[in-house]
């Protein structure tokens, strides 16, 4: 256990639904990062937040995709209208303030059917 | 633009057996690398940060070196055991870029046969 936790573990979906995800970093970290790692994969970056400004978002993070961390803790990740195309698993990682390594929450896998 | 690629990707060994997992990058202006295990439909855990001005990092039974001149990172995992049998990723953290977000390779996927 990183100290990272995500919730739902596991979501299926129809296509066509909107889903939310959440993750609570560690307390003291002030970065929080959401990647997405599909089968056979490495992770790749979405968004990251600096306490509860969201400073950068990927090319991969469509209109349909939105992220809030509203209070500088935790985070939360919606699909909107969801498409098979994205179902993959969803990693959010935080990192302590002045950088060092990342840790990442045990993700949530989404199943878009 | 960096891309991170890390060979073999799938590898198969004995138990005992000493083992070396490769990662290479293409831009040299990299501020730390971070080796991580992952099991099937798990997230990841972090095995060794390198930074950029260390050559090698060493924890129990692995080791993971890094020459930034020539792009490359190796891990060596020592006397190997059926409980190291996941996917080990590999991710850079380049230099200068404000977010801190690391760039990943594919993975090698470790199968350790009893």
């Known amino acids: 256990d990183t100290g990272v936790s995500q919730d739902p573990r596991h979501k299926i979906t129809k296509r066509g639904q909107n889903v939310t995800f959440r993750c609570d970093p560690i307390s003291e970290h002030n970065r929080l990062y959401w990647y997405r790692q599909t089968l056979g994969q490495g992770p790749e970056f979405l968004t990251y937040f600096q306490n509860e400004a969201q400073l950068e978002k990927s090319r991969l993070l469509s209109d349909r995709f939105s992220a809030e961390r509203p209070k500088g803790s935790f985070s939360t990740l919606e699909i909107q209208r969801t498409e098979q195309g994205d179902s993959a698993m969803y990693l959010c990682?935080?990192?302590?303030?002045?950088?060092?390594?990342?840790?990442f929450g045990p993700g949530t896998r989404l199943t878009v059917t | 633009k960096q891309e991170v690629t890390q060979i073999p990707a799938a590898l198969s060994v004995p138990e005992g057996e000493n083992l070396v997992l490769n990662c290479s990058f293409t831009d040299s202006a990299i501020y730390n690398l971070q080796w991580f295990r992952q099991d099937p439909g798990k997230g990841l855990t972090s095995l060794l940060l390198?930074?950029?001005?260390?050559r090698e990092q060493t924890s129990g039974r692995l080791n993971a070196s890094l020459d930034k001149s020539s792009g490359r990172s190796t891990l060596y995992i020592a006397a190997s055991q059926p409980g190291d049998s996941a996917t080990y990723l590999c991710?850079?953290?380049?230099?200068?870029?404000?977010?801190?977000?690391?760039?990943f390779g594919s993975g090698t996927r470790l199968l350790v046969r009893p």
């Open positions: 990682a935080s990192i302590e303030p002045g950088g060092g390594e990342q840790y």
């Open positions: 991710a850079v953290r380049p230099r200068g870029d404000s977010s801190y977000k690391l760039i």
């Open positions: 390198i930074q950029s001005s260390q």
